[in-house]
């Protein structure tokens, strides 16, 4: 069974920095995208960012590109979302996801969750 673990969430100023990290088990997390999705409250959950298993192909939303950058160690097995230059608006739960596809903005194409990592941004 796979398993995703975030971490790094938290409170922080507006123009503040934050780093998200993804935990995943198993020994074959080096084969698989894996993405970065955020849901705020009353609003649907959307796509934030993506990364192919080596790295090569680097996906993002436009909201956030050019502040955001996505990243992996394979021999850790965990996936990063350092987040720079916040904004309130990026408050929102974030979510690490796995697909067994190439990397993608489609939410329905990642089938593992992780639980979840508030990020709250005041201004």
């Known amino acids: 069974q796979v398993q995703l673990v975030e971490s790094g969430g938290g409170l922080v100023q507006a123009g503040g920095s934050l780093r998200l990290s993804c935990a995943a088990s198993?020994?074959?997390?080096?084969?698989?995208?894996m993405g970065w999705f955020r849901q705020a409250p009353g609003k649907e959950r959307e796509f934030v960012a993506a990364?192919?298993?080596?790295?090569?192909?680097?996906l993002y939303a436009d909201s956030v590109k050019g502040r955001f950058a996505i990243s992996r160690d394979n021999a850790e097995n965990t996936v990063y979302l350092q987040m720079n230059s916040l904004k309130p608006e990026d408050t929102a739960v974030y979510y690490c996801?796995?697909?067994?596809?190439?990397?993608?903005?489609?939410?329905?194409?990642?089938?593992?969750w992780g639980q979840g990592t508030q990020v709250t941004v005041s201004s």
């Open positions: 198993g020994r074959t997390f080096s084969d698989y995208s």
């Open positions: 996801a796995r697909t067994g596809m190439a990397a993608t903005r489609n939410v329905g194409s990642y089938g593992y």
């Open positions: 990364i192919s298993p080596t790295s090569i192909i680097k």
